[in-house]
């Protein structure tokens, strides 16, 4: 199994040029996730997706986007990138009876300048 | 325990020692707490969680200890290895009533060889 996997690792974006994060994985979650991360901080959720078909706000959600149009995947769109958005990102998936139990992925560092 | 800020609150400890890694927390309603380490370069990965009706919990050469009198969580690494050199954050679910955990924002953990 991979696990959780993410694509791309590194990319360097312009302000307001846009991309999408991919996130697949093969252990048959319904839940996923993500998260941003910046130095010396936790990680805060973005947006999450319950299921196929559905996703949520969390915690930092302005300037994102996100699909899950399957199951084993899950997109993060910027759709306008800003200097504000330079973090590392991470995807998690996890079971929808043990949420607090989450796999992630390697990351992917994203600098917008 | 956790920092506020950008520095990251950080404990030394010699190769063979034990280590105790704490962390404070605020919401007396969270139900799961967990504990996941990230090694430089990765995602974070799950260590052990405990619920809020227990106090003591032991995994391979770790033990998290929950003291909800005083709101605070611990991780103990018994005979800390280099390998055990990482950022650990705990976390706590049923914030909101979401389930999904909340993470801190770390203590760096260095292994003296």
């Known amino acids: 199994n991979a696990g959780v996997t993410q694509t791309p690792k590194f990319r360097v974006l312009k302000t307001g040029q846009s991309m999408t994060l991919l996130c697949a994985q093969d252990?048959?979650?319904?839940?996923m996730y993500w998260y941003r991360q910046d130095p010396g901080m936790g990680l805060r959720l973005i947006h999450y997706?319950?299921?196929?078909?559905?996703?949520a706000k969390g915690e930092v959600p302005d300037g994102y986007n996100v699909s899950r149009l399957k199951k084993q995947n899950f997109l993060l769109g910027l759709e306008s990138a800003a200097p504000s958005q330079t973090s590392v990102y991470f995807c998690?998936?996890?079971?929808?009876?043990?949420?607090?139990?989450?796999?992630f992925g390697p990351g992917t560092r994203l600098t917008v300048t | 325990g956790e920092s506020v800020g950008l520095h990251l609150p950080t404990l030394s400890v010699q190769e063979g020692d034990n280590s105790i890694i704490n962390c404070a927390y605020s919401?007396?309603?969270?139900?799961?707490f967990i504990w996941y380490k990230q090694e430089s370069g990765k995602g974070p990965q799950f260590i052990i969680d405990?619920?809020?009706?227990?106090d003591k919990r032991q995994g391979q050469r770790v033990t998290v200890l929950l003291n909800k009198t005083v709101k605070h969580l611990s991780l103990q690494i018994a005979a800390t290895q280099p390998g055990d050199s990482a950022v650990y954050f705990c976390?706590?679910?049923?914030?909101?009533?979401?389930?999904?955990?909340?993470f801190g924002r770390g203590t760096s953990l260095i292994v003296h060889p």
């Open positions: 997706s319950v299921g196929e078909g559905t996703t």
């Open positions: 405990i619920r809020s009706n227990m």
């Open positions: 252990m048959n979650h319904e839940y």
């Open positions: 976390a706590e679910t049923n914030t909101g009533g979401s389930y999904i955990p909340t």
């Open positions: 998690a998936s996890s079971y929808g009876d043990r949420l607090y139990e989450q796999y």
């Open positions: 919401n007396s309603a969270s139900d799961y």
